[in-house]
């Protein structure tokens, strides 16, 4: 007997619109290009959510910086569905959430796919809907006259990695300015700074092959860099060692050792396993009698720093020291002593780093299979001809020179320095007018309350994006870009393991307006062009189309852009790595003495300590050290809006250890304060074992000032609110774990 | 030995009972011997998944991949994933349970259903729903032991995982396989020895989510922490379950 109920439909009484309560919440469900529902066909019993492949277009990803290969299949005109490219050597096939997430962020209804002009005071966000053309003459007419006033120099350019920073980097040039801020002192800085003082550049690992892999912070399983997250869950099933040194258990941790090391002391845990490596004459004699410098010196430096002494620091065992140092000689030289990657986290970083490539010399793990290597790069593409000659410009207005800082890469700038330098009135001249591209300053640089002050000194602020984020909200005029799915970019070549170009082409026609940020500069040198005479007119500069641009990169490979278009990407014969020149001599370290240098050559020079000397560590009684970092869904504070990755994670947590929050009476899931002394944030607690007692955990990118982004905003805090503008003092890479806090119960 | 999760559900364990789907139940057979998996020598191919939780790191790429692929409505889950973290500092361990229908040889969702047709297993082993002829009647969301269907509010159906059904007619993988990087996810056909699928279930120790409920799951793990979401927290000992699929639940 069948009981009597309402048949399909009825209960909810919706529609079959499957797509409309995808974006339930965020209001603008209706505008959304996506298919309605099919009704399934009962004879081919077929599911109801079928839909027809369409087009198969490859490209490359751009919700984070890795550019994995992508398959899209649009079906006319709308993107349905993003695959991984299963014949790309680096990716194999696989995307992540947040690519899996591109089509939100295609079709996300808080995009901005037309200029806005504001028309309210700066972040109240109000805003009036301008065309190009004014868009153009508004924006030039600012920088003109803060030309007219400051010239050129006045001007400061801020960008993120990407693929088309490129013409961003060169408007600014030829525009005259030597004042750029670029994405490094938020990552990497430091650590290039001492893995180039001391070996001359930064190595790729053979994650695969190695049988012991020592990891400091870096997350390789939560913030990817393909093919690294791959090949260690390979080299684990290899029967890989992994031992993580974090106050924090991350993914990674918890698929190996981990090590839950207190707040800064790392460098006293890397210089005690060279003490027991040379104490016991577990090191590998061939190999630093053959390509190091200064092993005399480092023997005698590190004699004070025994595993005892490690013990205090770090709160590691010493007799887990002496373990580890044993079983690091018994795998060499197939062991990686893994480089990372955001290094922002102290003020001597860039010294703790140096240790890095220290510890790997000793050890012989490097240019050899399972080990540490230099890839040299089989493949490049050709690179364009800009023609003209950027113009002479005056010196950095912030000092971020040889003088101040001579071992940073100067063209990059320092955020730290650079904002103190403008809010302090200590920099050489003044720079009012602010261009950014995609660069999310207030939820990226540390202490936001002082990156609002210096945008309150700016006469003028554009940015160049796809969404209100929390910086853009903040401008004076956004200016749509188009999103990575949407355009052509230059041709790139992976730095790693694999070899080949990818291609990153338009798979849908751009949303609304937006334009490319190669169209915005063109146009936006236009208007300049009729403002004043520039030694090297826009019109001049950038007289070419994306197309040319890739064409000129494709000249001296045997590969067309129309192949390339079809394909998504080109595999040159003969892959595979050569190894053993450095080993064996034949090839020089890019260092002063052409090898691996114990004592840096070059630190000395510039009045650092030549070895890496170790701070004791201060801390600030019944407060906890505030860390950063990543969940896997996440990039950066650019994506927590996505409607898809934001309903995996809605907010962000404060991670606390039961301890602790036994102490102060917190519950796992309450709302907690948390102080710090420039800033307080309201934040959910999430209690956990997996963070150390003198510590506490929170990701990036939530808080936002932006009503614009509606999905996001009222949900979690900011870190950068709470955290102080420390830096690292040799490479000004910001350090983001310099903050101490406190929790409160609301 | 029964699964702790059985002892929270004493009404379905009698229903189930009731309707006689119990009797086959692989009492207490947390690992099965792989090779009696292939010992069906039929020509037909009956599909599994295979998922080493080992390489799985919680990434949610199946999580969103599947949302893409299926036009899962929000707030509902085809294939979401388990995040357990057990133990106290620094002795703690972190592990990950993906989760999609399991497909079950004995599904109680297909026994219960009052529909004819409505619900199904179709001769390649893929419990599938038509919405055309589903009533919505939600027993058959009650009756998984799983948790791995759902009323689909857009068609008044109820709604699961079909391993991508779409999709392996055009000869793809289904989304959730293809999009993991880390290749912790083995689709094929359990009734062909020589598929990978089948190699791995024969070489590795492999296990099934909730064997006391005699489903016959065809959805295996390498290497699975036996705990889910219905779980409480056992008293003297920490342990934490977080899955997307509760976020509007949560705490």
């Known amino acids: 007997m069948k009981p009597d109920l309402p048949k399909q439909g009825a209960p909810s009484g919706l529609s079959r619109r499957g797509f409309l309560t995808l974006c339930a919440g965020a209001g603008a469900g209706a505008a959304m290009p996506w298919r309605s529902f099919r009704a399934a066909s009962r004879e081919l019993k077929v599911p109801a959510h079928s839909w027809s492949r369409g087009e198969v277009i490859p490209s490359t990803c751009n919700m984070c910086v890795n550019r994995c290969g992508i398959q899209c299949h649009v079906v006319d005109g709308v993107l349905e569905k993003i695959d991984g490219d299963s014949r790309n050597p680096k990716t194999a096939g696989g995307t992540c959430a947040k690519g899996q997430a591109g089509i939100m962020a295609l079709y996300d209804p808080d995009r901005i796919t037309h200029p806005l002009i504001r028309v309210g005071n700066r972040g109240e966000g109000k805003w009036r809907r301008a065309s190009w053309e004014e868009a153009f003459e508004y924006t030039a007419d600012h920088i003109d006259k803060i030309i007219e006033k400051h010239g050129p120099e006045g001007l400061l350019f801020s960008s993120c990695t990407d693929l088309t920073e490129v013409f961003f980097i060169k408007f600014g040039k030829y525009l005259g300015t030597p004042n750029f801020a670029r994405h490094a002192t938020l990552c990497l800085a430091s650590r290039n700074v001492g893995y180039f003082a001391t070996m001359g550049g930064v190595p790729d690992a053979d994650l695969v092959n190695a049988k012991y892999i020592l990891m400091f912070g870096a997350n390789r399983m939560e913030s990817f860099e393909l093919p690294h997250n791959r090949d260690l869950i390979t080299g684990l099933q290899n029967g890989a060692r992994l031992v993580v040194v974090d106050p924090r258990m991350t993914v990674t941790a918890s698929k190996g050792e981990w090590l839950p090391i207190r707040p800064r002391t790392d460098m006293a845990l890397t210089l005690a396993l060279m003490h027991v490596l040379i104490k016991e004459d577990l090191y590998d004699r061939e190999f630093v009698a053959g390509v190091t410098t200064g092993f005399e010196e480092l023997k005698a430096h590190v004699k004070q720093y025994t595993p005892e002494w490690a013990e205090k620091e770090t709160g590691i065992p010493a007799r887990t020291i002496v373990r580890m140092a044993r079983e690091m000689a018994a795998a060499a030289p197939a062991v990686v002593v893994y480089p990372g990657r955001r290094s922002s986290w102290y003020t001597n970083d860039a010294q703790f780093r140096r240790t890095l490539p220290m510890l790997m010399a000793l050890l012989g793990a490097f240019d050899t299979r399972g080990a540490s290597f230099f890839n040299a790069g089989k493949v490049k593409p050709g690179s364009f001809d800009w023609e003209l000659e950027p113009v002479e410009v005056p010196p950095r207005f912030d000092g971020f020179d040889e003088e101040k800082f001579p071992l940073a890469h100067h063209e990059d700038g320092g955020y730290i320095n650079l904002r103190d330098s403008i809010l302090n009135g200590t920099g050489k001249y003044p720079v009012k007018g602010w261009m950014l591209y995609k660069q999310n300053t207030l939820a990226s640089v540390a202490d936001s309350a002082k990156t609002m002050r210096m945008m309150e000194t700016m006469d003028f602020i554009c940015a160049i994006d796809i969404q209100p984020s929390q910086t853009a909200w903040m401008a004076d005029i956004i200016l749509p870009e188009t999103l990575y799915l949407e355009r052509l970019d230059p041709l790139w070549t992976p730095s790693g393991t694999t070899q080949y170009v990818g291609i990153r082409q338009p798979v849908v026609k751009p949303q609304g307006e937006a334009r490319t940020l190669l169209e915005i500069l063109q146009g936006l040198g236009a208007a300049l062009d009729k403002r004043r005479e520039f030694e090297t007119p826009f019109s001049e500069v950038f007289n070419f189309t994306m197309e040319d641009y890739v064409d000129a990169q494709l000249k001296k490979l045997p590969v067309d852009r129309a192949t390339l278009a079809k394909e998504g990407l080109w595999i040159p014969p003969g892959q595979g790595l050569e190894l053993g020149a450095y080993r064996s001599g034949s090839k020089q370290f890019k260092t002063p003495s052409g090898k691996i240098e114990f004592v840096s050559e070059r630190f000395r020079r510039n009045g650092y300590d030549p070895l890496p000397v170790y701070e004791p560590v201060i801390e600030e009684p019944g407060r906890q050290r505030l860390v950063t970092g990543r969940y896997a869904w996440f990039t950066h504070a650019s994506n927590q809006n996505n409607i898809w990755l934001n309903a995996l994670h809605p907010e962000n947590e404060v991670w606390i250890n039961p301890d602790l929050a036994k102490e102060k009476k917190i519950e796992d899931g309450e709302y907690v304060k948390v102080r710090s002394p420039v800033g307080e944030i309201r934040i959910m607690a999430y209690v956990t074992p997996r963070i150390r007692k003198d510590t506490v955990f929170i990701t990036h990118g939530f808080g936002t000032n932006s009503t614009g982004q509606t999905t996001l905003y009222g949900k979690g805090g900011a870190d950068q609110v709470l955290m102080q503008d420390r830096a690292d003092t040799i490479s000004n890479n910001q350090a983001l774990h310099e903050t101490f806090v406190e929790i409160v119960m609301l | ?251």
Request: glycine share 6%; charged share 25%.
């Open chain 2, 1 to 251: 030995m029964t699964h702790p999760t059985s002892k929270l559900r004493p009404q379905r364990r009698e229903f189930l009972k009731g309707l006689g789907a119990a009797s086959a139940a692989v009492a207490g057979a947390t690992t099965l011997p792989g090779k009696a998996l292939a010992t069906v020598s039929e020509k037909k191919p009956r599909y599994g998944m295979l998922i080493d939780t080992r390489r799985c790191v919680g990434c949610h790429a199946c999580s969103v991949s599947c949302r893409a692929e299926n036009k899962v409505p929000m707030k509902k889950h085809r294939s979401w994933v388990e995040s357990l973290e057990r133990g106290t500092f620094p002795d703690v361990t972190l592990n990950f349970v993906p989760r999609l229908c399991n497909q079950c040889s004995e599904p109680p969702c297909v026994a219960i259903c009052p529909e004819e047709n409505a619900t199904y297993i179709r001769d390649d082993g893929i419990v599938v729903i038509d919405p055309e002829t589903c009533v919505g009647c939600k027993r058959c969301v009650r009756a998984c032991p799983y948790n791995a269907r759902f009323m689909n509010p857009d068609t008044g159906a109820a709604d699961k995982c079909d391993f991508c059904i779409d999709r392996l007619t055009q000869g793809m993988e289904p989304a959730c396989v293809a999009s993991c990087f880390n290749k912790a996810r083995i689709f094929g056909d359990l009734n062909d020895p020589d598929s990978a699928i089948s190699r791995m279930i024969a070489t590795n120790t492999v296990s099934v989510l909730h064997p006391d409920e005699g489903t016959k799951p065809n959805v295996f793990y390498i290497g699975l922490d036996e705990v889910d979401e219905n779980d409480i927290r056992p008293p003297e000992q920490y342990l934490r379950i977080t899955t997307q699929r509760k976020q509007n639940l949560r705490r």
